[in-house]
């Protein structure tokens, strides 16, 4: 079936550093959407990628929709202390009975010391 | 409030008993999502209301998992006889339109049984 694989798994930084993670699949995806998620609170919508090849920006924040479809990093430039917490990748894809599916990757954890 | 809303926020329960826990979507949000968090996963997908449609039910683990949205407004997920794995963070999200994304998430409830 379908995988995600995020990576690092986590990664504790210094205030001020640049930040890249991602995600990979050997399958392919429609769409790439990446949240992030504070303690005790639910994921938070980033960014949403729709093509391949797509590159968007929010903020500090860009992501890529990799060009074979099955992969796309997000990058976090000058990081500060709210940056911390879970990022996850999703990828959403039809299955067989062609209905939209989403599946998750297991989280980037971003620890950034001030 | 603006936000959708989950209620309780945390659950502890026995063993055996049923649980039902509630999501308030943002007004007019006419999809409705059911994810399951355990410590240190991912997002792991349980149903998908989407306006009148029959709901998507292929996440649910087992028929002990229920799920209704009246009114195409509240959603109610029941899980009976419960089971200590099903010890979890339970996230609801909604979205505007269809074939879209889970947007806005509530904070979840955190249900332990003992």
């Known amino acids: 079936g379908q995988q995600l694989n995020q990576s690092p798994q986590s990664m504790f930084i210094q205030e001020g550093e640049d930040v890249s993670m991602n995600c990979t699949s050997s399958s392919i995806f429609n769409t790439w959407l990446w949240y992030k998620q504070d303690p005790g609170e639910g994921p938070v919508l980033l960014i949403a990628?729709?093509?391949a090849g797509e590159l968007t920006s929010n903020g500090r924040l860009t992501a890529q929709f990799g060009i074979t479809r099955k992969d796309s990093f997000l990058n976090i430039s000058a990081s500060i202390p709210s940056d911390v917490g879970i990022y996850f990748c999703a990828g959403r894809y039809l299955d067989a009975g062609n209905n939209r599916k989403l599946i998750w990757g297991l989280g980037t954890s971003l620890a950034v010391n001030p | 409030g603006a936000g959708v809303s989950q209620s309780p926020s945390n659950k502890v329960t026995e063993k055996g008993k049923d649980v039902e826990l509630r999501c308030d979507p943002i007004?007019?949000?006419?999809?409705l999502y059911w994810y399951r968090q355990s410590l240190g996963q991912g997002l792991e997908f349980l149903i998908y209301f989407q306006g009148n449609s029959a709901p998507d039910k292929s996440g649910l683990p087992s028929d002990r998992f229920s799920a209704e949205r009246t009114g195409g407004s509240v959603s109610t997920l029941t899980i009976q006889r419960t089971q200590q794995e099903d010890s979890a963070v339970y996230l609801c999200?909604?979205?505007?339109?269809?074939?879209?994304?889970?947007?806005?998430f509530g904070d979840g409830t955190r249900l332990s049984i003992l």
């Open positions: 990628l729709y093509k």
């Open positions: 007004s007019g949000h006419t999809a």
């Open positions: 999200a909604s979205s505007e339109g269809q074939g879209g994304q889970p947007q806005h």
